[in-house]
């Protein structure tokens, strides 16, 4: 699964930069930080640095909802992917930090 969001973070955006943080931690950036994806014995759990102000039509948001900036998607082992949504996603963080930075 981990594999898969990596391939997907990647596809958002041919300028998607990786870096491993927070012990072993895949950590994304693309016009500054936008997530980081930590893989559990049976779950996965992708954290939006600015998931508050992401439009999240999907729904697919389902953790980390109280926060006043951060969501995230934990996936449970067997828990299906919806990858257009997270694809939209990363692609509309990447967009709130192009115009952070104008």
Sequence with gaps: ???RIREIFHEANPEMKEDWKYMGTPTF????MIAIADAYK???KIGFLYGASLPDPEGIFNNELGGNQ???????E???LNEKALLNLIRSAISFNQ????
Aim: glycine share 8%.
């Design 78 to 80: 067997g828990d299906k």
């Design 29 to 32: 950036y693309c016009y500054g």
């Design 99 to 102: 115009a952070k930075q104008k």
């Design 42 to 44: 049976t779950s996965v």
């Design 70 to 76: 951060r969501r995230a998607i934990k996936l449970i």
């Design 1 to 3: 699964m981990l594999k």
